[in-house]
Structure formats: structure tokens, C-alpha cells
């Protein structure tokens, strides 16, 4: 069983930044985020390789977030950049079955809470 435990949601109004960070027990090959609004399904936002450090974005993100990790903490991080509102959702990390973009591991933390106001 994995514990993921992810933090650093909050409310910012748009434009602004956020960094959200996520603990995990164990990590796997490739680890990532994923988030989901209220209504809708839950939606991969970015990975990274564990080893290499190549790095994944949705269209929807990409130039505005950044993914790293730290390595000795198990720890990875998501940058986020020009909040916009439809950036609002539960964050939540996983390791990431990149092919198809989905969470490869049953079990997911929490999540952490990211709210952008217009």
C-alpha cells in the first residue's frame, strides 16, 4: 500500500502562483499529477521519470506548470504558473502509466484543494 499525502493548495486569485508538493512512500517509474473539478473526471496534468527527469504536460498546462522532483525526499513538485480559473480542482499525485496518461497505483492521497478566483 502507498501513502501519498499532498499539500499546498489554496485559494489565489488568477494570475497568481501556487506549489503543490506530494510525499510518497514509495515511487514508482514515473510519477505525476492529476487533478479533478467538481462534475468532471479526473484529468492527468503532468509526469516526470523518476530517474531522468523527462518531464509531460496536458496542452492545457504547458508553459504555465512545472513538474520536478526531489529524489532523497520522494517528494514531487508542481509548479504553478498565470492561475486561471479553470485550473481549479483537487490536486492529487500518482505514479503514471504514461501511454495512456492515467494513475497507475488504486490508491490516491487526499488531494490538495487549488482554488483560482477571477
Known amino acids: 500500500q502507498v501513502q501519498l499525502v499532498e499539500s499546498g493548495g489554496g485559494l489565489v486569485q488568477a494570475g497568481g502562483s501556487l506549489r503543490l508538493s506530494c510525499a510518497a512512500s514509495k515511487v514508482s517509474y514515473v510519477m505525476g499529477w492529476f487533478r479533478q473539478a467538481p462534475g468532471k473526471e479526473r484529468e492527468f496534468v503532468a509526469a516526470?521519470?523518476?530517474?531522468?527527469?523527462?518531464?509531460y504536460y496536458a496542452d492545457s498546462v504547458k508553459g504555465r506548470f512545472t513538474i520536478s522532483r526531489d529524489r532523497t525526499k520522494n517528494t514531487v513538485y508542481l509548479q504553478m504558473n498565470s492561475l486561471k480559473p479553470e485550473d481549479t480542482a483537487v490536486y492529487h499525485c500518482?505514479?503514471?502509466?504514461?501511454?495512456?496518461?492515467?494513475?497507475?497505483?488504486?490508491?490516491w492521497g487526499q488531494g490538495t484543494q487549488v482554488t483560482v478566483s477571477s
Open positions: 516526470i521519470t523518476w530517474s531522468g527527469g523527462s518531464t
Open positions: 500518482n505514479a503514471v502509466q504514461l501511454g495512456s496518461r492515467i494513475g497507475l497505483w488504486r490508491d
